[in-house]
């Protein structure tokens, strides 16, 4: 059995991303958490409802944040007998969780923007503006600040920096809107700029619930095509047989991979599998990879050979074992 665990560059990388993910994640928080208050003040002194609702995205932008934070401080403890990966996964979970706040806060604003429309309200739509203005300015900053973390890798930071690109969007929104009214009187533009915005909420709690669902599934991660992974480990010199294929994510930026290699008998295993580990590190980007290595002599009870998540059960008789760890 050819087992092997190399935690090499994949892992230096991600530790690093993580500490100016943090960093990222903090400054935009203050930025963000400063303004909210700033403009759920603004919202009720100008009655706008297009001010409330950019507060009511601002509000998940700061939860969104606080809740990155954290799950990044959670995720670097270090693993234990029960838990051998530690904590990873919170990171997953929070960003689930951030998801599906943002759904809720969207269709407040639809149903309050809903019972606005038939009857739009006075709006104080110059001071609106310069409110808006100072929220566009901070979702630039903030929005600035994470594209300096991990926003390419981390699900987490990428989740609060969407979020902080659609508030944007809505204080842009809050601004033609401001203006719109102060030029025309048009007040019905209050309740229909915060529709976009709750549809821009909307959005973006979808992508950010989908790929942290694909993850607690433990899909095979998007950007990985788990039969061109098994098609070209077949083609290495000496393998028969790829089967029980696996690859998942644990956590943002760190995918793994477990499989069995029938290779022909008589061969030796250990320069098969270092083909195989560097195959899947370069080609692929999978540096945590667990691979059994096999010849006709090993028998297996009920397999699912082909690539995916599915459960399966093993009575493994094995002859001639190899154990190979590489830390």
């Known amino acids: 059995m050819g087992h092997h665990h190399d935690h090499?560059?994949?892992?230096?990388?991600?530790?690093?991303?993580?500490?100016?993910?943090k960093r990222a994640?903090?400054?935009s928080f203050v930025i963000i958490t400063l303004f909210l208050i700033v403009e759920v003040i603004g919202g009720?002194?100008?009655?706008?409802?297009?001010?409330?609702?950019?507060?009511?995205?601002?509000?998940?932008?700061?939860?969104?944040l606080l809740l990155s934070l954290i799950a990044i401080h959670i995720a670097a403890r270090p693993p234990t007998a029960k838990r051998t990966f530690g904590l990873q996964r919170f990171e997953i979970l929070a960003a689930l969780i951030n998801g599906v706040t943002l759904v809720v806060i969207s269709l407040i604003i639809f149903w309050e923007a809903y019972q606005r429309l038939f009857d739009p309200p006075q709006v104080a739509s110059g001071?609106?503006?310069?409110?808006?203005?100072?929220?566009?300015?901070?979702?630039?900053?903030?929005?600035?600040?994470?594209?300096?973390?991990?926003?390419?890798?981390?699900?987490?930071?990428?989740?609060?920096?969407?979020?902080?690109?659609?508030?944007?969007?809505?204080?842009?929104?809050?601004i033609i809107g401001g203006i719109l009214m102060w030029s025309f009187g048009w007040y019905i533009a209050d309740p229909l700029i915060s529709v976009i915005v709750a549809v821009l909420i909307l959005l973006s709690a979808w992508r950010v619930t989908k790929d942290s669902v694909n993850i607690l599934l433990e899909s095979t991660p998007s950007r990985i095509d788990s039969t061109e992974v098994e098609s070209k480990l077949n083609q290495l010199a000496g393998v028969t047989k790829v089967h029980d294929?696996?690859?998942?994510?644990?956590?943002?930026?760190?995918?793994?991979?477990?499989c069995h290699l029938i290779v022909e008998d008589g061969l030796p295993s250990y320069p098969i599998l270092n083909e195989a580990l560097e195959l899947l590190q370069h080609e692929f980007g999978i540096s945590h990879a667990t691979i059994q290595i096999e010849n006709s002599s090993v028998t297996h009870g009920d397999l699912?050979?082909?690539?995916g998540a599915a459960p399966h059960?093993?009575?493994?008789?094995?002859?001639?074992?190899?154990?190979?760890h590489s830390h």
Do not use: P
């Open 8 to 21: 090499g560059d994949g892992h230096g990388h991600h530790h690093h991303g993580k500490g100016a993910s």
């Open 25 to 27: 994640l903090l400054v």
């Open 44 to 64: 009720f002194l100008t009655n706008s409802l297009a001010l409330l609702s950019d507060a009511g995205h601002m509000l998940s932008d700061a939860s969104a």
């Open 127 to 174: 001071k609106m503006i310069i409110i808006a203005t100072i929220g566009l300015l901070a979702n630039i900053a903030a929005a600035f600040v994470l594209m300096r973390g991990d926003y390419k890798d981390n699900v987490n930071v990428r989740s609060a920096f969407l979020h902080v690109l659609g508030d944007l969007l809505g204080s842009v929104g809050a």
């Open 245 to 258: 294929l696996h690859i998942w994510t644990v956590t943002s930026g760190f995918d793994s991979l477990t």
């Open 304 to 307: 699912h050979c082909m690539g």
């Open 313 to 324: 059960s093993h009575s493994h008789t094995h002859e001639g074992e190899h154990q190979h």
